[in-house]
């Protein structure tokens, strides 16, 4: 079966760093996202990687090792309008998005 | 441009009826996507739809069914209703290529009673 494990629920404070992991076993790959979705929000986009390394884009930055099937998302200077789950998705070899249950977190002053 | 819209925005139904919901995507994307959101189960696929043709079906019961219209609108129907498909409905549309993001609807919120 197709399978993406994240953590349920973070917490961080203001200001900090935080790493959120996505771990993802699929039948074949054909890119990674990762989306915010704040309460009662639809998800929106934040990064796409589909080769090896890291993507950065502002506070935000996402890295993929497809040997491994890993991931993470880094959120830097944390503010408290970053608590929100966040969802990983791959996209199989059908080009179908295989979503993770989500990373719900909070941010504490 | 406009967004993603879908409506209507709230739902309530009773068990073992059916219901039809609508997403127009952005102007200019042929794919459209359906999911199922539950607290605690992510985004569960339902299907996708490209050009009127479905091209991805998610495991769902056959009481699950969509379609897409020349125009690229989508619906989405369920029929017998049951408790259980009480959920938030998310729509997404894409211009139909792999690499690119999809851009997601408010969604519906059915609850069944």
């Known amino acids: 079966g197709q399978n993406i494990d994240q953590p349920t629920e973070m917490t961080a404070t203001e200001g900090a760093i935080v790493q959120i992991n996505c771990t993802y076993q699929t039948s ?12 009662g929000e639809a998800p929106t986009f934040l990064s796409y990687n589909v080769l090896d390394g890291l993507e950065e884009k502002g506070r935000f930055s996402s890295f993929l090792s497809r040997s491994k099937g890993y991931s993470y998302l880094l959120l830097k200077e944390l503010q408290m309008k970053d608590s929100a789950s966040y969802l990983c998705a791959v996209r199989d070899s059908n080009y179908q998005l295989i979503w993770g249950a989500g990373t719900k977190l909070i941010i504490k002053p | 441009k406009a967004g993603v819209t879908q409506t209507p925005r709230y739902l309530i139904k009773t068990r073992g009826q059916q219901v039809t919901l609508s997403c127009s995507p ?7 996507s ?11 696929f339902l299907f996708e739809y490209f050009s009127e043709t479905q091209r991805n079906k998610g ?16 619906e989405m129907n369920v029929s017998t209703l049951e408790l259980g498909d009480s959920a938030l409905y998310l729509c997404a549309s894409n211009r139909g290529q792999t690499n690119t993001e999809a851009f ?8 069944v009673v």
């Open chain 1, 28 to 39: 074949g790959f054909n890119g990674l996202f990762w989306y915010q979705q704040h309460a």
């Open chain 2, 34 to 44: 359906w999911y199922q959101q539950t607290p605690g189960q992510g985004l569960q």
């Open chain 2, 59 to 74: 495991n769902f019961p056959g009481r699950f069914s969509g379609r897409q219209f020349s125009n690229s609108r989508s």
């Open chain 2, 104 to 111: 997601f609807g408010q969604g519906t919120r059915l609850t």
């Open chain 2, 26 to 32: 952005i102007s200019g994307h042929r794919s459209v």
